[in-house]
């Protein structure tokens, strides 16, 4: 099955971003597909390089720029939602680019689900 | 980055946007109008669910000069007509706790129970929240 994710708040405050990875990694073990992965809302946090855990927490940023490389995964920020949050193409983590929310309704177009983390 | 083209060619899928918060003091009613167009531009067919403190975003006189000075875009709501958007659903029970009746929204609605809502939102190819 082709899954689509959205992705809706940031890596620190709301489970909703380790729940998504969590999530995008037992489907794809289970031999389904998550073409993209959609950051929205303060989820566009999850691509900002800037970013520095603690060095004995979980890094996600770079766990799903990881997962991107190993897996071809698309990860993109919303360009707006980004703007707003001061996520543009200098602080942009590895793996993520930046594009508009159509890329967010084609993933609802062309994916067999599009599930949400979130409130 | 492995950036994705998907299959979207004379795709039309039922999208429902299912407003929980109210509409000023957070972005999210904003961030969710903002989806909103973009489906319709995608010439999608596209239905909104008001529920919980949600119903508070299409409620007349919203006023936000005189507060916290965030961007009034509660007008966008009647603008939704003109981009073929006329699926509007307000869940009952959540209008009634706050004390509130059709009477009071700048849109037209349909108002159905929570046990409608369930279903309506079952029959949705794709539900996005905010």
């Known amino acids: 099955m082709n899954i689509g994710i959205l992705v809706n708040e940031g890596p620190f405050t709301h489970q909703a971003s380790d729940s998504a990875y969590m999530f995008a990694k037992a489907a794809i073990a289970k031999g389904h597909a998550v073409p993209r992965v959609f950051f929205y809302y303060d989820g566009v946090n999850n691509g900002n390089k800037l970013s520095e855990p603690q060095s004995d927490d979980r890094d996600l940023v770079k766990l799903w720029g990881r997962l991107a490389d190993e897996h071809g995964v698309d990860l993109v920020v919303c360009v707006a939602a980004g703007l707003r949050r001061g996520i543009k193409d200098d602080v942009l983590a590895e793996g993520f680019r930046i594009s508009g929310l159509g890329q967010l309704i084609e993933a609802g177009m062309g994916c067999d689900r599009l599930v949400t983390f979130g409130d | ?130």
Request: glycine content about 6%; aromatic content about 10%; proline content about 2%.
């Open chain 2, 1 to 130: 980055m492995a950036e994705f083209e998907f299959e979207t060619e004379g795709v039309v899928k039922k999208f429902m946007f299912l407003n929980r918060k109210a509409p000023y003091g957070t972005i999210y009613a904003l961030e969710v109008l903002e989806t909103v167009l973009i489906s319709a531009a995608f010439d999608q067919e596209v239905a909104l669910a008001f529920v919980d403190d949600g119903v508070y975003q299409i409620m007349k006189g919203c006023d936000t000069a005189a507060t916290s000075g965030m961007k009034n875009f509660s007008k966008t709501y009647r603008a939704l007509e003109g981009y073929d958007v006329e699926q509007l659903f307000v869940e009952k029970e959540s209008m009634e706790a706050r004390g509130l009746t059709e009477d009071d929204f700048i849109v037209d609605v349909q108002v159905v129970p929570a046990s409608e809502m369930v279903a309506l939102i079952a029959a949705q190819d794709v539900v996005i929240s905010g």
